[in-house]
């Protein structure tokens, strides 16, 4: 009986136990506060509102449709996904990179310019958007350690450089007839990202490549990184405790201009194999920050910093997401879809706050249980 | 000063004397104080009971359960089981509040004070009287002038207190405690940061008190205050009680033996020493200070040969950090040469100094010492693990032989823990925390050992064990380079004494042909010697 007790009590101390089950009770208390938002506005379609969400591709009966638009969240899910990895990696080394956002939009620049404007084959491009969204973030992350610029405000502000610096770099892309970039499609063959047969799979929805394999991969190479490598323990060290990492001789500054790099290279990579699978363009003149980078820092604490449940989080907030462009717009206005995943996603944002809830309760439970068992003891 | 002391602590013991004959005529008393945390007992059964008047010392090692006891009395934590009761009457503390409603204050042994503040404004803060919103300095000013006079705790009630000593700004945590009324007084390890004059002057005022009729509970590990201050003292260990002694009739050997559980010995055994070539040799070094204009260290010349433990004495805060930081790379130097076996370190970055020969017991483990989140062994191979035994050309670590390292020093050393090299190192004890840092260090097989304050806030056992390596090493043919504030340390392990004030070596001086009252005066500033470089 105490034997078991404590065996449990275990398994609910364990880290990863505890993230995943804060990270669900986090969804769903971000589901039903939507729940109950829906149900203000107009409580007659709150129920399917908040069904299609949930649903997502699953809203067609056809097998054949619903594995066409599993493929296309998946596609999403791997951009987000990347840049879930780029917040989480600079996060190892103490650092908030909400530059994500600016690196995934210079990663789209230079993708679709190398790609469209120059003719490059989809390996060129792809490098270049990590190359150079690497350098963005190299940018922060040199700010950071040699001038002490608090890498938040630094990489706000290159996100509005980032964003107007490729508008206008991409105007010269631009299709004559539409305010977006010209489809790689016809423009340039070579720049789309090869399917291998992938796409079968997925009912011949032809945006689902290599991409979605390569942010797995990459997911994995990242949390070896971490975990295995030299260079791991040093970012471990130098996030965790600076001045010990100084004191035994690391060098923190380049540590963090690397990790920014590197931080900045997944996120450019990211908006690569969004943009060069074709699935979508970019639109010259877009005054607004594309949410992809932003909702990689949800997906990242949704998966509780780990890059493996980064992978669970990215295609769970991709999910819904896409859920959210089914939802009844008849009944409700078109930014419905995107209140109720704002509603879930900044709940993603109490994973760890339940994650300290549950501790405190079970070193409760532990006192009373000691004190219950004493008590026995004594009569 | 001193005099007038003796005749308080004479009329002191009268008093004593007086009271003791009614019995039960305890100020507060902590009957049967049991407390306990998920998997240990922090409190077991403990009676503490201080009289009225009277200066009762609180002895115990780290993890006793000093602090724990202290926190129930004022109302942080209730206990499991045992009472409280105040002039007899029985008492429930929930909180801070209340206990400061109870009469009950403490000095903390870090001060509780708003730097930017004058010492007025710090003793009003929180009881401040007002009058239809205007707060009424000048009737506080009044009672506080009238406490400092009456208990002889003079201090400046304008000055601000980042401008004042260090004593003074213990003169207003007192004042502040009187201000409120408060009848019994605790103060936990108030003697740390002070010099041995300071001290003195501490302690008289502490009789002052106690024949005022207020009732101090001390909270030390210093046998030699307990023995000059205290009436009584109550021991514990382990969370135990062991018993309360009339100091009168004990000896430090008999407190030490029930604090400990074993006779420890107070004094290092060592040799004399056999100073060989210079290791280390600091010229004319100065380092700019992180605050304020004027430099933190001024124009330091020291060495330090092989075989001898070289200990830099001083109160805290007269530049032995920066000076540190200076000698290990932490902080740039500003002019000065560094000389580590005849080659200059001077610019040289901190790998490079901590792989030619140097190891360094750094004075705060939390921040340098330990990545508290890190396991024990990879806190054990922090300065290693680069090293071809510990990552392999492809830059992975090799775990395994990790674990075999860390396992080896775990054993060799001591270190206990938990779950062994995979503890978190957040989770080991100040004790352990510090033997995993010397084993790092001391395993680096290092020419030049500089260690900062390496036994603060240990344990006796713990205190013996580093001074037995710390010798070893001096033996083995090492430089030992050692700052500490602690005095009694100082005067056990030093070959060689150099005192640093305000940035400057004092003075220096064979801890044979100096007394520690002559120490205090170097350190305080008031005597000062020409100390220069020896070729």
Same mark, same amino acid.
């Given at each position: *009986?105490?034997?078991?007790?404590? #065996?449990?009590?275990?398994?609910?101390?364990?880290?990863?136990? !505890?993230?995943?089950?804060?990270?669900?009770?986090?969804?769903?208390?971000?589901?039903?506060?939507?729940?109950?938002?829906?149900?203000?506005?107009?409580?007659?379609?709150?129920?399917?509102?908040?069904?299609?969400?949930?649903?997502?591709?699953?809203?067609?009966?056809?097998?054949?449709?619903?594995?066409?638009?599993?493929?296309?969240?998946?596609?999403?899910?791997?951009?987000?996904?990347?840049?879930?990895?780029?917040?989480?990696?600079?996060?190892?080394?103490?650092?908030?990179?909400?530059?994500?956002?600016?690196?995934?939009?210079?990663?789209?620049?230079?993708?679709?310019?190398?790609?469209?404007?120059?003719?490059?084959? /989809?390996?060129?491009?792809?490098?270049?958007?990590?190359?150079?969204?690497?350098?963005?973030?190299?940018?922060?992350?040199?700010?950071?350690?040699?001038?002490?610029?608090?890498?938040?405000?630094?990489?706000?502000?290159?996100? /509005?450089?980032?964003?107007?610096?490729?508008?206008?770099? @991409?105007?010269?892309?631009?299709?004559?007839?539409?305010?977006?970039?010209?489809?790689?499609?016809?423009?340039?063959?070579?720049?789309?990202?090869?399917?291998?047969?992938?796409?079968?799979?997925?009912?011949? +929805?032809?945006?689902?490549?290599?991409?979605?394999?390569?942010?797995?991969?990459?997911?994995?190479?990242?949390?070896? =990184?971490?975990?295995?490598?030299?260079?791991?323990?040093?970012?471990?060290?130098?996030?965790?405790?600076?001045?010990?990492?100084?004191?035994?001789?690391?060098?923190?500054?380049?540590?963090?201009?690397?990790?920014?790099?590197?931080?900045?290279?997944?996120?450019?990579?990211?908006?690569?194999?969004?943009?060069?699978?074709?699935?979508?363009? /970019?639109?010259?003149?877009?005054?607004?920050?594309?949410?992809?980078?932003?909702?990689?820092?949800?997906?990242?604490?949704?998966?509780? @910093?780990?890059?493996?449940?980064?992978?669970?989080?990215?295609?769970?907030?991709?999910?819904?997401?896409?859920?959210?462009?089914?939802?009844?717009?008849?009944?409700?206005?078109?930014?419905?879809?995107?209140?109720?995943?704002?509603?879930?996603?900044?709940?993603?944002?109490?994973?760890?706050?339940?994650?300290?809830?549950? +501790?405190?309760?079970?070193?409760?439970?532990?006192?009373?249980?000691?004190?219950?068992?004493?008590?026995?003891?004594?009569? | 000063?001193?005099?007038?002391?003796?005749?308080?602590?004479?009329?002191?013991?009268?008093?004593?004397?007086?009271?003791?004959?009614?019995?039960?005529?305890?100020?507060?008393?902590?009957?049967?104080?049991?407390?306990?945390?998920?998997?240990?007992?922090?409190?077991?059964?403990?009676?503490? &009971?201080?009289?009225?008047?009277?200066?009762?010392?609180?002895?115990?090692?780290?993890?006793?359960?000093?602090?724990?006891? *202290?926190?129930?009395?004022?109302?942080?934590?209730?206990?499991?089981?045992?009472?409280?009761?105040?002039?007899?009457? #029985?008492?429930?503390?929930?909180?801070?509040?209340?206990?400061?409603? $109870?009469?009950?204050?403490?000095?903390?042994?870090?001060?509780?004070?708003?730097?930017?503040?004058?010492?007025?404004?710090?003793?009003?803060?929180?009881?401040?009287?007002?009058?239809?919103?205007?707060? &009424?300095?000048?009737?506080?000013?009044?009672?506080?002038?009238?406490?400092?006079?009456?208990?002889? =705790?003079?201090?400046?009630?304008?000055?601000?207190?980042?401008?004042?000593?260090? %004593?003074? &700004?213990?003169?207003?945590?007192?004042?502040?405690?009187?201000?409120?009324?408060?009848?019994?007084?605790?103060?936990?390890?108030?003697?740390?940061?002070?010099?041995?004059?300071?001290?003195?002057?501490?302690?008289?005022?502490?009789?002052?008190?106690?024949?005022?009729?207020?009732?101090?509970?001390?909270?030390?590990?210093? $046998?030699?205050?307990?023995?000059?201050?205290?009436?009584?003292?109550?021991? @514990?260990?382990?969370?135990?009680?062991?018993?309360?002694?009339?100091?009168?009739?004990?000896?430090?050997?008999?407190?030490?033996?029930?604090?400990?559980?074993?006779?420890?010995? $107070?004094?290092?055994?060592?040799?004399?020493?056999?100073?060989? +070539?210079?290791?280390?040799?600091?010229?004319?070094?100065?380092?700019?200070?992180?605050?304020?204009?004027?430099?933190?260290?001024?124009?330091?010349?020291?060495?330090?040969?092989?075989?001898?433990?070289?200990?830099?004495?001083?109160?805290?805060?007269?530049?032995?950090?920066?000076?540190?930081?200076?000698?290990?790379?932490?902080?740039?130097?500003?002019?000065?040469?560094?000389?580590?076996?005849?080659?200059?370190?001077?610019?040289?970055?901190?790998? #490079?100094?901590?792989?030619?020969?140097?190891?360094?017991?750094?004075?705060?483990?939390?921040?340098?010492?330990?990545?508290?989140?890190?396991? @024990?062994?990879?806190?054990?191979?922090? !300065?290693?693990?680069?090293?071809?035994?510990?990552?392999?050309?492809?830059?992975?670590?090799?775990?395994?032989?990790?674990?075999?390292?860390?396992?080896?020093?775990?054993?060799?050393?001591?270190?206990?823990?938990? &779950?062994?090299?995979?503890?978190?190192?957040?989770?080991?004890?100040?004790?352990?925390?510090?033997?995993?840092?010397?084993?790092?260090?001391?395993?680096? +097989?290092?020419?030049?050992?500089?260690?900062? !304050?390496?036994?603060?806030? $240990?344990?006796?056992?713990?205190?013996?064990?580093?001074?037995?390596?710390?010798?070893?090493?001096?033996?083995?043919?090492?430089?030992?380079?050692?700052?500490?504030?602690?005095?009694?340390?100082?005067?056990?392990?030093?070959?060689?004494?150099?005192? *640093?004030?305000?940035?400057?070596?004092?003075?220096?001086?064979?801890?044979?042909?100096?007394?520690?009252?002559?120490?205090?005066?170097?350190?305080?500033?008031?005597?000062?010697?020409?100390? %220069?470089?020896?070729?």
């Amino acid at each position: *009986m105490n034997k078991e007790r404590t #065996k449990k009590a275990s398994i609910l101390r364990n880290d990863g136990f !505890q993230t995943t089950i804060s990270s669900i009770l986090c969804i769903l208390i971000g589901f039903l506060i939507g729940y109950i938002v829906l149900l203000i506005i107009n409580p007659k379609g709150a129920g399917d509102a908040i069904l299609a969400i949930m649903k997502n591709f699953l809203y067609y009966s056809s097998a054949v449709s619903a594995k066409k638009y599993l493929g296309t969240t998946l596609v999403k899910a791997s951009a987000l996904l990347m840049c879930a990895l780029s917040v989480l990696f600079a996060n190892k080394v103490g650092l908030f990179n909400i530059g994500v956002a600016g690196q995934y939009v210079v990663g789209a620049g230079a993708s679709l310019y190398f790609a469209v404007g120059l003719g490059m084959p /989809w390996y060129i491009s792809l490098l270049a958007a990590i190359i150079f969204a690497a350098a963005l973030g190299g940018i922060s992350g040199f700010l950071k350690s040699y001038f002490n610029v608090n890498e938040v405000i630094s990489c706000i502000m290159l996100n /509005w450089i980032s964003l107007y610096c490729v508008n206008m770099l @991409l105007s010269t892309v631009k299709e004559s007839s539409t305010p977006y970039t010209k489809p790689l499609s016809s423009a340039n063959k070579d720049g789309l990202l090869p399917n291998l047969g992938l796409d079968k799979i997925f009912s011949n +929805n032809k945006f689902v490549t290599i991409g979605v394999v390569l942010s797995v991969i990459a997911a994995i190479f990242v949390s070896i =990184l971490l975990d295995k490598t030299k260079f791991g323990y040093e970012l471990k060290a130098t996030g965790m405790n600076k001045h010990a990492a100084k004191y035994c001789g690391m060098k923190e500054k380049r540590n963090i201009i690397i990790t920014m790099m590197i931080s900045g290279a997944l996120a450019g990579m990211g908006a690569g194999i969004f943009y060069l699978s074709g699935i979508e363009q /970019w639109m010259i003149g877009q005054t607004s920050i594309p949410a992809m980078g932003f909702n990689g820092i949800a997906a990242a604490f949704l998966g509780g @910093l780990n890059p493996i449940g980064a992978i669970f989080a990215s295609y769970f907030i991709q999910h819904i997401t896409s859920g959210g462009t089914y939802v009844d717009k008849t009944m409700y206005c078109t930014q419905i879809s995107d209140l109720m995943i704002a509603f879930i996603i900044y709940l993603c944002g109490f994973v760890f706050f339940f994650k300290l809830f549950l +501790n405190k309760y079970l070193d409760k439970r532990d006192e009373k249980m000691a004190a219950k068992a004493r008590e026995g003891g004594e009569a | 000063m001193i005099k007038e002391a003796e005749n308080l602590r004479f009329l002191n013991l009268k008093i004593c004397g007086k009271r003791n004959q009614i019995m039960d005529n305890y100020a507060i008393e902590m009957l049967g104080i049991t407390k306990k945390f998920p998997g240990i007992i922090a409190n077991d059964n403990i009676t503490l &009971q201080v009289k009225k008047g009277e200066i009762h010392a609180l002895l115990g090692e780290n993890g006793a359960g000093k602090s724990t006891l *202290m926190s129930i009395l004022f109302g942080f934590y209730q206990p499991d089981g045992g009472e409280i009761k105040k002039d007899g009457k #029985k008492i429930k503390i929930n909180n801070p509040n209340e206990a400061n409603a $109870l009469g009950i204050g403490m000095v903390h042994q870090h001060f509780k004070l708003v730097e930017c503040f004058t010492v007025l404004d710090n003793i009003i803060l929180g009881a401040e009287t007002t009058k239809g919103g205007f707060l &009424q300095k000048k009737e506080a000013k009044k009672k506080v002038l009238e406490l400092s006079e009456k208990y002889g =705790l003079y201090v400046d009630p304008d000055a601000i207190i980042e401008n004042i000593t260090v %004593g003074m &700004q213990q003169r207003t945590e007192i004042l502040k405690m009187l201000y409120r009324d408060n009848e019994i007084l605790i103060f936990d390890e108030p003697t740390a940061v002070l010099t041995p004059q300071e001290i003195k002057e501490l302690m008289a005022i502490m009789k002052n008190l106690a024949a005022e009729g207020k009732s101090i509970l001390f909270i030390t590990h210093k $046998l030699a205050e307990i023995m000059e201050a205290a009436d009584r003292c109550s021991v @514990l260990r382990k969370g135990k009680y062991i018993g309360t002694v009339d100091v009168k009739d004990t000896t430090p050997e008999e407190l030490s033996a029930m604090m400990v559980g074993r006779n420890v010995s $107070l004094v290092v055994e060592k040799k004399p020493s056999e100073p060989g +070539n210079v290791v280390l040799d600091v010229k004319n070094m100065s380092v700019a200070s992180q605050r304020g204009k004027k430099d933190a260290v001024k124009n330091v010349s020291l060495q330090v040969r092989r075989g001898e433990i070289v200990c830099i004495a001083g109160i805290d805060g007269n530049g032995q950090t920066e000076f540190i930081y200076g000698l290990s790379g932490l902080e740039p130097v500003k002019s000065g040469m560094i000389m580590m076996n005849g080659k200059d370190i001077t610019r040289m970055p901190i790998r #490079k100094r901590l792989t030619s020969g140097m190891s360094h017991i750094p004075e705060d483990r939390h921040k340098h010492g330990l990545v508290l989140d890190f396991s @024990l062994e990879d806190n054990i191979v922090l !300065q290693r693990y680069f090293e071809p035994q510990f990552t392999n050309k492809f830059g992975f670590l090799k775990r395994n032989s990790i674990r075999e390292y860390a396992n080896r020093l775990i054993k060799q050393y001591d270190v206990r823990s938990g &779950q062994g090299p995979a503890t978190k190192a957040r989770d080991m004890s100040g004790g352990n925390q510090q033997k995993a840092i010397i084993a790092r260090e001391i395993d680096k +097989n290092p020419e030049i050992l500089i260690a900062v !304050q390496p036994t603060r806030g $240990l344990d006796v056992g713990a205190v013996e064990y580093i001074h037995k390596q710390l010798v070893a090493q001096r033996d083995a043919g090492k430089g030992v380079l050692l700052v500490s504030f602690e005095l009694d340390e100082v005067m056990n392990l030093a070959d060689r004494i150099l005192v *640093m004030y305000e940035g400057e070596i004092v003075g220096e001086f064979s801890p044979g042909q100096v007394s520690v009252e002559e120490l205090g005066l170097y350190m305080a500033g008031s005597k000062r010697m020409e100390v %220069g470089a020896h070729e």
